[in-house]
């Protein structure tokens, strides 16, 4: 039976919330929101949300959040309570752009309609069934014992590409602020670009993507600080960086063909990188049969889909296609499933990896 679902969907530009009606298997989108991040975030909360939610309050029967890092333990639809919440606040620090914001919508809710159940579900999630090669730094022993090793994100949208793509070698591209790929096999992640925390891999909005770790370390020896670090790499850095002048691709693209210099190269970075990845994730497949570009530039930039056709022709026959995100989709059939007992994705559960 199809039950009324309010996802919060908090990204690190972007603040979205939908009212869905979901099973297991299919979720309507009866309401939906959208807006920039500005100003502290229980503000916009509270004024630009809570008033188009009055009408919604006494129709839903759950909440659901998007938490972008999980860490070990939350790999599978998760209820929110006191012990659970505290257990996310120790994560804060892996996913800086996105996990505290969660949190801080979850906390807003819940002050507002504490009878309302709430859930989260973790873009880490989906990456669960990496094999240990994939999954596993090649760093010392005692380092890997606690825990440091790659997750991958973006998983609801990945999982709901692989949902919209069923096929056996699938490579899912989420290119929007945040870009990181996944090697989907019968629908099951095998790979991906992103590894501990959303910033390795692909070059993003104003996040740097892999960068030598040498480097760091070089610009910690020069006098960085560590906060100095985290912001140059994570807001900074990216299409921003490299353009100097701004981390939106459409704008970008409009500078780039008017001849401004700083645009052209954030572009010819950006594809170079995506280019690399995309080879390296169908050398993970041993092939690749269908690639899926998703999130907010590759739902809808065909000139980028064009681009990559003409000169990735050497993969072969491959089936190439747009996909519109729908993570607040995602989210709202997982939970569905979870109170159904479907479970959330094939090889997790609610305690640990695999």
């Known amino acids: 039976m199809a039950a009324l679902v309010l996802v919060l969907n908090v990204g690190s530009s972007s603040l979205k919330a939908a009212v ?85 919508a979850i906390t807003w809710l819940g002050h507002h309609q504490p009878q309302l159940p709430q859930w989260a579900c973790f873009d880490t999630a989906f990456h669960a069934t990496l094999p240990v090669e994939a999954s596993t730094y090649a760093l010392p022993a005692e380092w890997r014992a606690e825990g440091y090793r790659r997750y991958g994100f973006h998983g609801l949208n990945h999982q709901h590409v692989a949902e919209a793509v069923p096929c056996g070698r699938l490579i899912s591209a989420h290119l929007g602020a945040g870009c990181s790929l996944a090697a989907i096999r019968d629908g099951r992640s095998i790979d991906t670009t992103m590894g501990f925390t959303p910033l390795e891999g692909l070059v993003m909005a104003s996040r740097s993507g892999s960068v030598d770790p040498g480097l760091l370390l070089h610009l910690q020896r020069m006098g960085l600080s560590l906060d100095e670090l985290d912001q140059g790499l994570n807001r900074r850095s990216g299409l921003l960086g490299l353009s100097e002048l701004s981390s939106d691709w459409l704008e970008l693209r409009t500078a780039a ?98």
Do not use: C, Y
């Open 257 to 354: 063909a008017s001849g401004h210099s700083g645009a052209q190269l954030a572009l010819a970075v950006f594809l170079h990188r995506l280019r690399q990845e995309i080879a390296a994730m169908a050398a993970s497949l041993g092939g690749v049969d269908q690639i899926a570009l998703s999130g907010g530039i590759g739902a809808n930039d065909l000139e980028l889909l064009r681009e990559l056709q003409q000169s990735m022709a050497w993969l072969g026959p491959v089936r190439w296609q747009r996909v519109e995100p729908d993570e607040e989709g995602m989210i709202s059939r997982l939970i569905s499933r979870a109170d159904q007992g479907f479970g959330a994705a094939a090889g997790s559960n609610a305690t640990g990896r695999r």
């Open 20 to 104: 869905l009606e979901a099973t297991a298997h299919k979720a309507e989108r009866l309401w939906q929101s959208g807006t920039r991040r500005e100003g502290p975030l229980e503000q916009q909360l509270s004024h630009w949300l809570k008033p188009q939610l009055e009408p919604w309050w006494p129709r839903l029967s759950t909440a659901g959040h998007r938490v972008v890092h999980g860490g070990e333990r939350f790999t599978a639809p998760t209820p929110l309570g006191p012990e659970v919440l505290q257990e996310l606040e120790a994560l804060s620090a892996l996913a800086p752009l996105h996990n505290p914001a969660a949190l801080q």
